[in-house]
């Protein structure tokens, strides 16, 4: 369902690494290849991102792999999409940093329409918004490791999304390649598949 272009919804931006092969986890969820893979310090222009937006939406498999970090990263109001997760199941230390949304992500827009930008994170969520023609710059940041199997970046589409280069920069210490790309409106595809 494409956004009523009467009501204002922020700007939504993916920022986001992935194996050279396309993933972004391993089959099991696990992300210790992102520090293995990656051992430099650098933070791949992170800070900068995050200075242009000031909420951040997520799923609940990604909000539970972060919540079990040592400590929360973010200092942003987060939205974890879940029709299962209740307040209760909110570690205490996140009560109120966090809040759990249930509905359509249609209906959540209006909401977080006063957002400079929303940090749109985790593959499911992403995914569902690149379908829905809702994400407005992609940031991926590929980094020298092969997979060979895990949670894909990407899923099917029913329609191609068109994406802008806007640039590439590569970081010498770890080897990883960094695009930024603009995305525009859903086009047909060719080949008729559907997500059905």
Known sequence: ?????????????????????????????GLDWLSAADSSGEDFGY???????????????TFEK?????????????????RTLRDA?????LRGRVSLYAGELDDLWPRLSESKGVYVDGG??????????????LTITRLP?????????????????RLRHLHTRSFGKSGAVQSVYGCGPAVPRPDGLSLQ
């Open 47 to 61: 800070d900068a991102f995050m200075e242009r937006v000031d909420h951040l939406l997520m799923g609940r498999g």
């Open 66 to 82: 972060v919540a079990a970090f040592p400590e929360w990263p973010y200092r942003i109001p987060v939205t974890v999409l879940s």
């Open 1 to 29: 369902m494409a956004y009523p272009a009467a009501m204002p919804r922020p700007p939504l931006l993916v920022f986001i690494a992935c194996s050279l092969d396309g993933f972004i986890a391993r089959p099991d969820g």
């Open 124 to 137: 499911q969520v992403i995914q569902s918004c690149l379908r829905a023609g809702w994400i407005d710059e």
């Open 145 to 161: 490791v092969l997979l060979g199997q895990g949670l894909p970046l990407f899923g099917p589409l029913a329609k191609d999304v």
């Open 89 to 93: 199941d909110l570690p205490a230390h």
